[in-house]
């Protein structure tokens, strides 16, 4: 193996100087994912907000208590128009749209029904979106609970009373964990597209033939050609996270030396895959259409939009075989948690496999399609 | 630092379903242009390109030798040019910037590659050019920046794949000055060409037709081997 310091800064200086006088370049490295991560930051969350909320009974305190306590929430919105007093048909209500739950309380009113102890209480709730009817169905039992306890009524077997503490995120707060998750996918994106693009761009114009037939050994042309992509990764890396401390008011509870850690390792295994997919293609459209190919499911495999607990046994072990996976669950807990050690080097651990395979993989591939 | 000899040894070459070389044999002495001539499709491009290492031969083989001492194909790769067909150059970096990019592929010191880079930018007439990007450049000033490039390792083996074609005459004419003006005791130059006029510029002639070797020597020689006054009339006569 032979590796000379002086061609491979010769490739940086090169790579370098080409991305800076590339605007498209430059768009793509770092304008996209900050974009993606402020657009992502903000847009999606995962909280059920905004649910249109009728209370439908007699006039009563706990009725009112019950409608101002949702409200207060800031997940419930009052629908102007409906008098909950005055109500033939509460299901037509979710019916038209003009409400998502709807709170039945029986003809006597909530008093009578809380005092009898059971919960002859009716929700009726939209569930044409199953996973947010859940979550409003979550939020309405645990108002009615906390109205029902404050107002001295037992509940006894009817309504669980739940003693809830959240942990490490205190304001289940999506943000602050989606930004370590867009982290990793926002650079992955970056570096196996424009990395696979780059190599691919140096077969397709011929300047490939050129390296190959030049004193430069096989090793000199994949670290020179993936260097520059090594280091405007863990820069994106940085620049996320600032905009995550500095913009999104997320937490940063963990050291920097496990950021770096981890930044290296996945940052490897990135262009790893890129350096695979540049043996494979011929062009940089192929490039292009292999990284899109790939980036698919190893996001939705990767934990960063669903728990990949929820993923079924069959296609779990993908998300094994996922280097975002790792990266994803290492940056959550460095980030909100402040870090495991344990949990943090056995996913480090995983990641380094995962990079060493990958890294022997596209070298061996590299270097015999070079040959 | 003498220059290189090969032989190629009954070199078969097929790419894809067509046979692009036919027991190809030739030998290439050192410190002369060779000139392999041949119509479109004769296996010029693949002859080339199996002497710069970029293919393997399917049957047959190449022998590099310095002063008579054979030479390890690392050793070949580290003392040979190569100019493709289409010098494919980086667009955006200047003419200066890709000497800079080569010196540190061909990891020479700066006091050598500053002296080559002034010698070979007097010699092509580039100078006033050295900041102006490759994209920017007339295609005679792009194929003189590649072969700039290639020349800046001073090989012992230059490999030229039609280095003329596509270029108007005036730059041809500077084209075959430049290699003239390199070749000689430390460089074996073999040039691949499809223009007959400029076979008689070369030292050696291999006459290539339909993947096999019709005849190798001195242009009169050939040209007397087959009973011509012009190379075209070779591959006319085979029509």
């Known amino acids: ?371 | 630092m003498p220059a290189l000899r090969a032989d190629v040894r009954q070199v078969s070459k097929k790419m894809g379903r067509a046979q692009a070389l036919r027991q190809v044999s030739a030998g290439f002495g050192a410190g002369q242009v060779h000139g392999i001539i041949g119509p479109n499709g004769a296996g010029k491009t693949t002859l080339i390109r199996v002497l710069a290492g970029l293919l393997q031969p399917d049957e047959g083989s190449v022998a590099y030798d310095e002063n008579g001492q054979p030479l390890s194909a690392a050793d070949v790769k580290r003392v040979t040019g190569y100019f493709p067909q289409e010098p494919s150059l980086y667009p955006d970096l200047t003419c200066r910037e890709h000497l800079e990019f080569f010196r540190d592929l061909y990891d020479l010191p700066q006091a050598p590659f500053e002296r080559r880079a002034e010698e070979l930018l007097y010699a092509t007439g580039m100078t006033p050019f050295t900041e102006r990007p490759a994209g920017k450049l007339s295609g005679g000033m792009y194929k003189k920046l590649g072969l700039m490039c290639v020349l800046l390792n001073r090989p012992k083996l230059l490999l030229l794949d039609e280095p003329t074609i596509g270029v108007d005459p005036v730059s041809r004419q500077e084209l075959w000055d430049l290699v003239y003006g390199f070749a000689g005791k430390e460089m074996t130059v073999i040039v691949s060409t499809s223009y007959m006029d400029e076979a008689g510029r070369c030292g050696q002639v291999h006459v290539l037709s339909g993947g096999r070797m019709l005849a190798s020597g001195a242009p009169q020689e050939v040209m007397a081997h087959f009973g011509v006054t012009d190379f075209a009339e070779i591959f006319l006569k085979n029509e």
């Open chain 1, 1 to 371: 193996m032979k590796l000379r310091a002086r061609t491979i800064k010769g490739f940086f200086v090169k790579e370098i100087i080409q991305i800076l006088r590339d605007p498209k370049m430059i768009m793509a490295i770092f304008f996209i994912p900050v974009m993606q991560t402020i657009m992502f930051g903000l847009a999606l969350t995962s909280e059920v907000k905004n649910i249109k909320f009728v209370v439908v009974s007699k006039p009563g305190k706990i009725a009112q208590e019950l409608e101002s306590r949702a409200l207060a929430s800031g997940w419930f919105t009052k629908v102007s128009g409906i008098n909950g007093a005055q109500v033939p048909d509460p299901e037509e209500l979710i019916a038209s749209h003009k409400a998502e739950a709807v709170l039945v309380a029986p003809p006597e009113g909530f008093e009578k029904a809380l005092e009898r102890g059971s919960s002859p209480i009716q929700l009726l709730l939209n569930a044409t979106n199953a996973q947010r009817a859940q979550q409003v169905n979550g939020y309405v039992q645990q108002i009615v609970a906390e109205v029902a306890r404050e107002n001295g009524y037992n509940l006894g077997g009817g309504l669980i009373s739940l003693d809830m503490r959240v942990l490490f995120n205190h304001y289940m707060d999506t943000t602050s964990y989606m930004i370590p998750a867009l982290l990793v996918m926002s650079t992955f994106i970056v570096l196996l597209v424009v990395g696979g693009m780059s190599l691919a761009k140096e077969k397709e114009t011929g300047t490939m033939e050129k390296l190959i037939v030049s004193p430069c050994s096989v090793e000199e042309i994949m670290v020179g050609k993936t260097l520059p992509y090594f280091v405007i990764g863990l820069c994106i890396v940085g620049l996320i996270l600032f905009i995550g401390v500095a913009g999104f008011g997320i937490p940063f509870r963990g050291d920097l030396w496990q950021i770096a850690v981890n930044s290296v390792l996945f940052t490897v295994s990135a262009l790893a895959c890129a350096l695979l997919i540049s043996t494979v293609v011929h062009t940089q459209q192929q490039a292009m259409m292999a990284s899109v190919l790939y980036l698919m499911p190893a996001i939705l495999l990767s934990g960063v939009f669903f728990p990949v607990a929820n993923i079924p046994a069959v296609f779990r072990w993908l998300c094994y075989l996922n280097p975002m996976m790792y990266s994803v669950l290492n940056f959550r807990a460095i980030i909100l948690k402040g870090g495991d050690a344990g949990f943090f080097w056995q996913n480090c651990l995983w990641l380094a496999v995962l990079s060493v395979v990958l890294c022997t993989a596209a070298y061996k591939n590299f270097k015999s399609k070079l040959n």
